[in-house]
Each structure stands twice: as structure tokens, then as C-alpha cells.
């Protein structure tokens, strides 16, 4: 009876480890982190990219000073920075105060970790520009081809409500040059941008970001600014897809009608939304 109860123990083991070892494909079979099949390889030699992120590393309430550590979620920072390196830009990194970037650390587990995450984790160039990030009030978002603004819980914090990032995405969006791009959270950086007669920039543009559906489905129970109720209060109008096990799994990336912004719903977009910003700039 011993040796049939160690044996059945031994079997569950090894169904126990075989599992854990194919968990990241399983959840890249579900739908986590898909490879975008309409890849190209541009060559943008000579134009410059800029990643964004935020600079809020904890989840809290109003008037809390401790919390879980947060921050931008990784690949939502590792993917476009190296879909825009890969396709020879000049990229930069600046964060909305500065200095150090707080990178979430469920991001790097080995589950949900994307190969760009790997690659980050080897890369000590990379890694300096996350640890010295500029703020974005020393950036002249003019002088880049491609802005994008990364995503994760820590951008509910301070993107939606930097009056110094807005004014810099108006600023952009009249100069006419770069293509304005998000991920997820990322998308808060638009909701105070305003055009020249003082409306609301991203009124009647169709765009998206992380869903109300997933925010519940990994139990975050308060952030201070949710993408998708936002972008519809500043008169966006918002597409997302919804997957049947958890929208984590779903993805879909939205360019407007003239084609300056490109957003992308959640932590799967990345490949997609960076690759159709470089489409945009290649046609120009």
C-alpha cells in the first residue's frame, strides 16, 4: 500500500513539474503575449523613437505611503523599445519625474515573462536608461518620429494627471511629427491633451486600452484612473476585444483616422502597436 501511495505521489510530482515547465506556452497558446504575423523588418535609420513610462512604484490609496510594489508592467516597456531599436531608430527612455523607472515584478516571472524581457534582463545599455531616465519636462517630444507611452498599474498614477505630459502630446500632435502610440495604461497620457480651441484632443478618435474586464479579472481593486471609463469621459471612442477566459488574453491595436494615434489594448499589443507606428512613419 506504501509503495503504490509514493508511486501515485511520483506521478503527480512529475505531472506537477511538466506542467509548470510548459506554463508559458500554454499561456502563450491562450493568447499571452502573441507574436504579431505581420512583422516587417523596417529600417528607420536616422529617426528617433521615445518610450515613456511612469514614475509611481506602489499600489496605494489616497493618503497610503506603503503598498504592493508596481510600476510599468515590462514588456509593455521592452517590447516596443526593442521592435523600434531592431528597426535601427535612435531610442530613448524618460519616465514622468526621472530618474530610476519602477518596473513591476510580477513582469519578470518566469510565466508571463516575454522574450524581450529576457533580452532587457542581459542588456546593461537598456538597463542605464531605465535607471537614468529623463523626465519628460526636459524631452521635446518634436524632435522624435515615434512617442510611446507604456503602460502598467503605476501610469494610473501620474500619466492621466500630468498637466506638463499633456501640453507635450498637444504640443507633438501640432508639430506633426511623431506618431503617438500606448499600450494598457499608457493611453491615460492622451486624456488631458487639448487642441487649439481647448477641446479635448482624443474627442471622437477611436482608440483603446486595458478593459474594465480585466482590471477585475486580476483583482485590482483601486487604481485612480481605469483606461477604458477615462478615454470614453474624454469623448474617445473605445474598441476593445474580450476573451472568453480572461480578457488578459485578448489584444487588439487602433490606429485613428489620420493615422497619428496608435494604441494598443493591454500587455499583448506591443509587437503590433510599435510595428504599425513604424508602418506609418515608413510611409511618410
Same mark, same amino acid.
Given at each position: 500500500?506504501?509503495n503504490?501511495?509514493?508511486?501515485?505521489?511520483?506521478?503527480?510530482?512529475?505531472?506537477i513539474?511538466?506542467?509548470?515547465?510548459?506554463?508559458?506556452?500554454?499561456?502563450? @497558446?491562450?493568447?499571452? /503575449?502573441?507574436?504579431?504575423?505581420?512583422?516587417?523588418?523596417?529600417?528607420?535609420?536616422?529617426? #528617433?523613437a521615445? &518610450?515613456?513610462?511612469t514614475? /509611481?512604484?506602489?499600489?496605494?490609496?489616497?493618503?497610503e505611503t506603503?503598498?504592493?510594489?508596481?510600476? *510599468?508592467?515590462?514588456?509593455?516597456?521592452? *517590447?516596443?523599445?526593442?521592435?523600434?531599436?531592431?528597426?535601427?531608430?535612435?531610442?530613448?527612455?524618460?519616465?514622468?519625474?526621472?530618474?530610476?523607472?519602477?518596473?513591476?515584478?510580477?513582469?519578470?516571472?518566469?510565466?508571463?515573462?516575454?522574450?524581450?524581457?529576457? #533580452?532587457?534582463?542581459?542588456?546593461?545599455?537598456?538597463?542605464?536608461? &531605465?535607471?537614468?531616465?529623463?523626465?519628460?519636462?526636459? &524631452?521635446?517630444?518634436?524632435?522624435?518620429?515615434?512617442?510611446?507611452?507604456?503602460g502598467? @498599474?503605476?501610469?494610473?498614477?501620474?500619466?492621466?494627471?500630468?498637466?506638463?505630459?499633456?501640453?507635450?502630446?498637444?504640443?507633438?500632435y501640432?508639430?506633426?511629427?511623431?506618431?503617438?502610440?500606448?499600450?494598457?495604461?499608457?493611453?491615460?497620457?492622451?486624456?488631458?491633451?487639448?487642441?487649439?480651441?481647448?477641446?479635448?484632443?482624443?474627442?471622437?478618435r477611436?482608440?483603446?486600452? *486595458?478593459?474594465?474586464?480585466?482590471?477585475?479579472?486580476?483583482g485590482?481593486?483601486?487604481?485612480?484612473?481605469?483606461?477604458?471609463?477615462?478615454?470614453?469621459?474624454?469623448?474617445?471612442?473605445?474598441?476593445?476585444?474580450? /476573451?472568453?477566459?480572461?480578457?488578459?488574453?485578448?489584444?487588439i !491595436? &487602433?490606429?485613428?483616422?489620420?493615422? #497619428?494615434?496608435? !494604441?494598443?489594448?493591454?500587455?499583448n499589443?506591443? /509587437?503590433?502597436?510599435?510595428?504599425?507606428?513604424?508602418?506609418?512613419?515608413?510611409?511618410?
Amino acid at each position: 500500500m506504501k509503495n503504490k501511495i509514493m508511486k501515485i505521489l511520483g506521478i503527480l510530482l512529475v505531472v506537477i513539474i511538466l506542467f509548470l515547465l510548459f506554463l508559458p506556452h500554454i499561456l502563450n @497558446w491562450m493568447g499571452l /503575449h502573441p507574436k504579431f504575423e505581420g512583422s516587417q523588418q523596417y529600417n528607420l535609420k536616422g529617426k #528617433r523613437a521615445l &518610450v515613456v513610462t511612469t514614475s /509611481h512604484g506602489i499600489l496605494n490609496k489616497p493618503g497610503e505611503t506603503i503598498g504592493k510594489p508596481t510600476g *510599468v508592467f515590462g514588456s509593455e516597456m521592452t *517590447v516596443p523599445y526593442y521592435e523600434f531599436l531592431d528597426a535601427n531608430m535612435d531610442v530613448d527612455v524618460a519616465s514622468i519625474k526621472g530618474g530610476e523607472i519602477p518596473i513591476d515584478p510580477q513582469s519578470f516571472y518566469y510565466m508571463i515573462k516575454d522574450d524581450a524581457d529576457e #533580452r532587457y534582463l542581459k542588456d546593461d545599455a537598456f538597463q542605464q536608461k &531605465v535607471k537614468t531616465s529623463s523626465p519628460i519636462a526636459d &524631452v521635446d517630444f518634436t524632435q522624435y518620429d515615434a512617442v510611446f507611452f507604456a503602460g502598467g @498599474w503605476g501610469a494610473a498614477y501620474d500619466m492621466g494627471q500630468s498637466e506638463i505630459l499633456a501640453k507635450k502630446i498637444s504640443e507633438a500632435y501640432y508639430a506633426k511629427t511623431p506618431i503617438l502610440g500606448s499600450v494598457c495604461h499608457g493611453a491615460l497620457a492622451f486624456i488631458q491633451a487639448k487642441d487649439t480651441t481647448g477641446n479635448l484632443l482624443i474627442k471622437g478618435r477611436t482608440m483603446t486600452g *486595458v478593459t474594465h474586464g480585466q482590471l477585475d479579472q486580476l483583482g485590482i481593486k483601486f487604481t485612480p484612473l481605469h483606461p477604458e471609463e477615462e478615454l470614453i469621459k474624454a469623448g474617445a471612442i473605445f474598441k476593445a476585444n474580450h /476573451h472568453p477566459i480572461s480578457d488578459m488574453l485578448a489584444t487588439i !491595436t &487602433v490606429v485613428d483616422d489620420e493615422e #497619428r494615434f496608435v !494604441t494598443g489594448q493591454n500587455q499583448n499589443s506591443g /509587437h503590433e502597436t510599435a510595428q504599425k507606428m513604424m508602418e506609418i512613419i515608413a510611409k511618410k
